[in-house]
């Protein structure tokens, strides 16, 4: 089966830089990356997906960027504020026709004023 | 707005209780799925359910059953509560194959 590994766990910023959180997958078959956002007392919500025809995907302050050959994929978050700081999971699906993501372990962003 | 109602946010059960874990979806979602959370291990996927009456076993399902007697409810029972099945548990549903997970707001178990 599919296998994500997302890297840092934690990850500390100054408000105003930037941050970026990459994840690995292993199923070469998967054609889904969403990217979700949980903030403290909420369930996740998805924030922004790529699909594995494309490369890279911008919605204003975040981006990620998908390398299909090295089965990688990254988050980009520019000019972080406060209400940034959130834990964000990435997910991989497809694989297989299967529409179950897999998410790798989370990462928790804090961004300090 | 698209919604995932989770019934109870906060349980506090004993040992060997019966928990009874509810969700309500109401965006008419085929695939209805239950997650455990838990510091550093991320979402596990306990049970999935594609259809009334159908359901299917995730990665963790030992300790636990489902139920999905109607398209919008999917509820999630601990047979007998233990200490290690303290956590976070989300119940989230997708549409067909956008891949748009959907998420309840979670309920916080704690077993004592």
Redesign the interface.
């Known amino acids: 089966g599919e296998n994500v590994e997302q890297h840092p766990s934690t990850l500390s910023v100054q408000e105003g830089d930037s941050a970026v959180i990459k994840c690995t997958y292993s199923d070469s078959a998967s054609n889904y990356f969403p990217w979700y956002k949980q903030e403290l007392g909420k369930g996740p919500q998805l924030i922004i997906d790529i699909r594995s025809n494309v490369g890279e995907k911008k919605d204003q302050r975040i981006a990620v960027t998908l390398n299909k050959t090295a089965k990688h994929f990254s988050l980009h978050i520019t000019e972080t504020q406060p209400e940034d700081s959130a834990v964000y999971f990435c997910a991989a699906s497809g694989g297989g026709g299967s529409y179950i993501p897999t998410f790798g372990r989370g990462t928790s962003l804090i961004v300090h004023p | 707005d698209v919604k ?1 109602t989770q019934s109870s946010r906060y349980l506090v059960k004993r040992m060997g209780e019966k928990v009874f874990l509810e969700c309500v979806q109401d965006m008419d979602h085929e ?1 209805m ?1 239950w997650y455990r959370q838990d510091p ?4 596990r ?1 306990i049970y ?1 359910s594609y259809d009334v009456k159908m359901k299917e076993k995730g990665d963790i399902p030992k300790g636990y059953s489902v139920s999905r007697e109607k398209k919008e409810r999917f509820s999630l029972i601990l047979e007998s509560a233990s200490t290690n099945q303290t956590s976070m548990y ?1 119940c ?1 549903s ?1 549409a ?2 956008t ?3 959907f ?4 309920s916080r178990l704690t077993v004592l």
């Open positions: 995932v695939n799925f550093g291990l991320g979402l996927l999935f989300l989230a997708i067909g194959v891949g748009e997970l998420f309840g707001e979670g």
